[in-house]
């Protein structure tokens, strides 16, 4: 059986899985042209994204084990082949992503970015320090990500609203809420942190009449997908004042166009969607993908880890 790897670091994966798979003919390929030939006859694919032109190739393909979560983007390949089995690394993005949640909270609160631009200018300028202590948070989609970062907030004693599609009792979250305690929660808190994927639920679900529910001193942080946002919206609440600020690691269209509005907001951060990526992303991935290829050669391949319901 042929498994082809392609990712940035492929080579590292391709030698962890060799001294647990020998059975298996590994390619390693860090760019599409080093693919080569390969392609027509892996039975599996390891990848983030792969062109549709290399995936017409794929004719053998029976698995696809995507490296992120987000298997979007390859769903809307025109040659995504129909029938394949598709499986994602859900569930390992707790820590960067919670980590990422307070890198920014952090940074607006204290107005970091004000720091920098004075360090620059060599100016020594003080001012107030607000602080996360005692502050609300809410948390929109609380899955792993999200029930990490309720976990890390109350080591700051904050005040957790989480909102889930099912209200349920959640450990770190103080009031869990159905999506029809949107509007009420945006109303309380001080920070509100979008976690949730794009589906078509979830297109433009934050926009002028969710923002204008904030706080004018709230802060909204975007770590899920651009899509869930309404942009023109955003930027004219921010514009205006209408919220404090936000911090923003996705977008509609990535990179940000140079010409758009948000990057020019002195009360925004802008971050190149790195929210996901860690230094020891491979090894967080490995388990998912060791015991998935256990599953799946030993034939259990109904009973794969993060299996894609289309």
Not at 21 to 26: A, Q
Not at 226 to 237: N, S, Y
Not at 261 to 266: I, Q, T
Not at 268 to 280: E, L, N, Q
Request: charged share 25%; hydrophobic share 45%.
């Amino acid at each position: 059986m042929n498994l082809l790897i392609l990712y940035f670091d492929a080579f590292y994966v391709k030698e962890k899985l060799e001294e647990k798979f020998s059975e298996l003919t590994i390619h390693a390929a860090t760019e599409e042209d080093q693919v080569g030939d390969f392609i027509e006859s892996a039975d599996i694919l390891m990848a983030i994204r792969i062109s549709n032109d290399l995936m017409k190739r794929a004719k053998k393909l029976q698995w696809i084990q995507c490296l992120i979560t987000g298997v979007d983007y390859l769903l809307s390949l025109p040659s995504f082949p129909k029938g394949v089995l598709l499986t994602s690394t859900r569930g390992i993005h707790g820590p960067q992503m919670s980590e990422m949640a307070f890198l920014h909270m952090l940074n607006l609160t204290r107005n970091y970015p004000r720091m920098l631009r004075n360090q620059d200018l060599g100016t020594w300028e003080r001012w107030v320090q607000p602080l996360l202590y005692k502050k609300a948070v809410g948390i929109l989609g609380v899955g792993a990500i999200g029930t990490e970062i309720a976990r890390k907030a109350k080591a700051f004693d904050m005040t957790v609203y989480g909102i889930v599609s099912t209200k349920r009792e959640i450990e770190h979250v103080d009031h869990c809420y159905g999506p029809e305690g949107l509007m009420e929660v945006l109303r309380k808190v001080d920070y509100f942190i979008n976690n949730v994927p794009a589906t078509p639920e979830t297109i433009n679900m934050i926009g002028a009449k969710e923002l204008s529910a904030m706080k004018p001193t709230a802060y909204f942080i975007n770590l899920g997908r651009g899509e869930t946002v309404d942009e023109e919206a955003l930027a004219g609440a921010l514009e205006n004042k209408i919220i404090a600020g936000a911090a923003l690691d996705v977008f509609h269209t990535e990179p940000l166009p140079e010409n758009h509005p948000l990057w020019h907001l002195d009360n925004v951060i802008i971050t190149p969607h790195v929210g996901g990526m860690s230094d020891i992303y491979a090894d967080q991935a490995l388990p998912i993908l060791e015991e998935n290829l256990r599953r799946y050669l030993e034939g259990e391949r109904n009973d794969l880890m993060n299996v894609v319901d289309f």
